[in-house]
């Protein structure tokens, strides 16, 4: 609990940021933000531009998951959908990349819509093991549709600003960072609304969350929606990014990284998806330094793989085990430790 | 339409689908008792061919012995497994529990990676190579035996759930913990006995898979045909498992006959997606009936 925030009316109780303080140190981080890239050389930039990504994905994640309570396996399927979408947008039509980017997002949120359909009557994990079907199916489709380009996969070419190419590290990062913010904004924004409130109650109860008068179906499925669009944005950003998509980019593997990225941060919280995805995008990055250190003879660098394998599942474990509330809850330690400093909670 | 080559596919499907349904019991064994939908199945399965592999292939011990060893260190993986990282979790959210087994399937894959490289391994031949013929149909003589021992499996299973105190003390815990609890059943004993009957089932179950195909890190993957089976023949149900196991099996043998390899995921998958979409708690599955 926060001193001295006596609010007067609804307005402030409601504002996404409550406090002086609050306002001025995200004013701080988006300066750094803006100022990061002039700074950072080109594999930290590489990286921030991985983190975002990973951000927009993990927040789309955490509507359908964290929020709405429905369990998705698929949110690499998704990303593919997206990230196909831009490919093949960009080499057939060469249409602006902003448009791209939003019928990625769309598309991948029509898909998003047919994998929710079942969700009225499939449950829990049920519902978790057919978003795993889906995502063999959006596999088997990029594999065989003819236009994907098979499992070699489409090159995509750079996006194009005013003929100035995104082609660096550095020029993508001023398309895919303020992408990410705006979505990032809009997920902290959207549990402001009734549609956020209701995914909500249907996460705590969605029988009562019916008996209450929301609509289970319409709302779940916009949850479904909303979050793969999420992801195809998201994709769609990645096939910028990296400059090919195959197939193989988008496995179970990245959605198991996503549900563990918002499991990590915290579910059911806007911090906790930026946290949870910042932290294991960083881990195996430290992981592949501390390998590097470690005074072991020969090839060191076979082991790698496997470590990060096993660090992953321990992480997950861990957390759910001493932390279920992810870092976000650590984060809100750290900060309520100050605030009452030097009294004690 | 060539209806010796379909029967042959056929026959091979049932094989494999013998084997799905045993691991498919393991995985029901697990969700019964315990409640918790074990995500690493495939890679207790892995861990068992790869125990197996160490004492037969590397340490050349006899067959029995090996065997022996294997299940009874599969079986210890699983209570160590139970003990450490299911226990704690105790009572809290199925989906935090769920993500624990993914957890623990990447610690698994992660393991089997250092210890014994990640490289595809086959296991030296011990099951006898002569063909076998089913009136003109032939049958690979592992697949063959794979389904005797599956089928043995499964029938001993059965029994012992059956007639057995612990099997009949597990069946109480999973129709009412608390009337359990209150009848005197040790509940996390029987928690323990779950986890460690179904990781040697695993075992085994691994050690024929793992003789048919080779090992890998990737065995895992087999874990994902065996949740389609336990999904589709219901999670709470042992002739659930047996029955989609070999639904699933046939399935998919005929669709990599006729289609191709690549239809093969395409296919349990497709048949998962329907089946949800009719009965959403499986074909054999109790239907949970949600009280405010």
Redesign the interface.
């Known amino acids: 609990m926060r001193i001295g925030t006596a609010r007067q009316d609804y307005i402030t109780d409601e504002a996404l940021f409550d406090t002086t303080t609050q306002r001025v140190w995200m004013a701080v981080f988006l300066a750094v933000l803006v100022a990061y890239p002039f700074v950072a050389n080109d594999y930290w930039l590489y990286l921030a531009c991985l983190v975002a990504i990973h951000v927009a994905s993990a927040t789309g994640l955490n509507i359908l998951t964290g929020y709405t309570g429905l369990?998705s396996l698929g949110q690499a399927a998704f990303m593919g959908l997206g990230a196909y979408t831009v490919a093949v947008l960009e080499t057939r039509y060469g249409t602006p990349f902003l448009f791209n980017l939003f019928a990625g997002g769309v598309v991948a949120m029509v898909g998003g819509i047919i994998v929710g359909v079942?969700s009225l009557?499939?449950?829990?994990?049920?519902l978790?093991?057919?978003t795993?079907?889906a995502s063999?199916?959006a596999h088997?489709l990029f594999?065989?549709l003819g236009f994907t380009g098979g499992t070699g996969g489409l090159s995509v070419p750079p996006a194009t600003v005013f003929g100035l190419a995104l082609d660096t590290s550095f020029r993508i990062y001023w398309l895919i960072m303020p992408v990410t913010i705006l979505m990032v904004l809009g997920a902290a924004n959207l549990f402001r609304t009734r549609v956020g409130r209701a995914f909500i109650a249907i996460r705590d109860?969605d029988?009562?969350a019916e008996?209450l008068g929301i609509p289970l179906l319409r709302y779940k499925l916009l949850s479904f929606a909303l979050s793969s669009f999420y992801a195809g944005v998201a994709g769609g950003l990645w096939a910028y990014f990296f400059r090919v998509v195959t197939p193989e980019s988008f496995p179970l593997l990245l959605s198991?990284f996503f549900?563990?990225a918002i499991?990590v941060g915290g579910m059911g919280s806007i911090l906790g998806a930026i946290l949870g995805a910042i932290f294991m995008t960083m881990v195996p990055e430290v992981l592949r330094l501390v390998v590097g250190w470690l005074p072991i003879e020969g090839d060191t660098l076979q082991?790698v793989?496997?470590?990060?394998?096993?660090?992953?599942?321990?992480?997950?474990?861990l957390f759910?085990?001493f932390e279920?509330h992810g870092l976000a809850e650590v984060w809100r330690r750290i900060r309520r430790f100050f605030h009452l400093w030097p009294f004690r909670t | 339409m060539d209806w010796l080559f379909f029967f042959e596919v056929v026959l091979a499907g049932i094989g494999g689908g013998a084997l799905y349904a045993l691991a498919g019991i393991a995985f029901v064994i697990i969700y019964k008792a315990t409640r918790v939908?074990n995500l690493a199945i495939g890679e207790m399965l892995m861990m068992g061919a790869y125990f197996f592999l160490t004492f037969f292939a590397i340490l050349e011990l006899p067959l029995w012995a090996a065997v022996v060893l294997a299940l009874v260190s599969g079986a210890a993986l699983g209570g160590v497994i139970e003990r450490l990282?299911i226990r704690?979790?105790l009572g809290?959210d199925?989906?935090?529990v769920?993500?624990?087994t993914?957890?623990?399937?990447?610690?698994?894959?992660?393991?089997v990676?250092?210890i014994w490289t990640?490289d595809q391994r086959r296991l030296p031949e011990f099951m006898p190579s002569e063909p076998i013929f089913l009136g003109e149909a032939f049958i690979s003589s592992k697949v063959f035996y794979g389904f005797l021992i599956a089928l043995a499996l499964v029938i001993l299973v059965v029994c012992i759930f059956r007639y057995w105190r612990g099997g009949v003390a597990l069946r109480a815990t999973a129709s009412d913990q608390g009337a359990a609890y209150a009848m005197g059943i040790n509940v996390p004993r029987v928690f323990s006995l779950a986890w460690v009957a179904a990781a040697a089932l695993a075992t085994v179950a691994g050690i024929v898979v793992g003789a048919i195909g080779g090992l890998s890190s990737s065995m895992g993957v087999f874990g994902?045909s065996v949740?389609?089976v336990v999904?589709v023949g219901g999670?709470d149900s042992v002739v659930g498992a047996m029955a989609a196991g070999l639904l699933i099996g046939v399935l998919e043998a005929l669709a990599g006959a006729f289609l191709g390899g690549?239809y093969k995921?395409?296919t349990t998958?497709?048949v998962?997606?329907v089946v949800?979409?009719l009965r959403?708690?499986g074909l054999f599955g109790t239907r949970e009936i949600?009280r405010?």
């Open positions: 369990v079942p009557r499939v449950k829990g994990l049920y978790a093991i057919a795993i079907a063999f199916i088997f594999v065989n109860r029988i009562s008996v198991i549900l563990a499991i082991y793989a496997p470590v990060r394998t096993i660090v992953f599942g321990l992480l997950i474990i759910l085990i279920p | 939908v990282a704690p979790m809290e199925p989906i935090s769920f993500m624990v993914v957890g623990l399937g990447s610690i698994m894959v992660g393991l990676e250092i990640a994902l949740l389609v999904i999670l690549e995921l395409l998958f497709i998962l997606v949800l979409m959403p708690y949600e405010l």
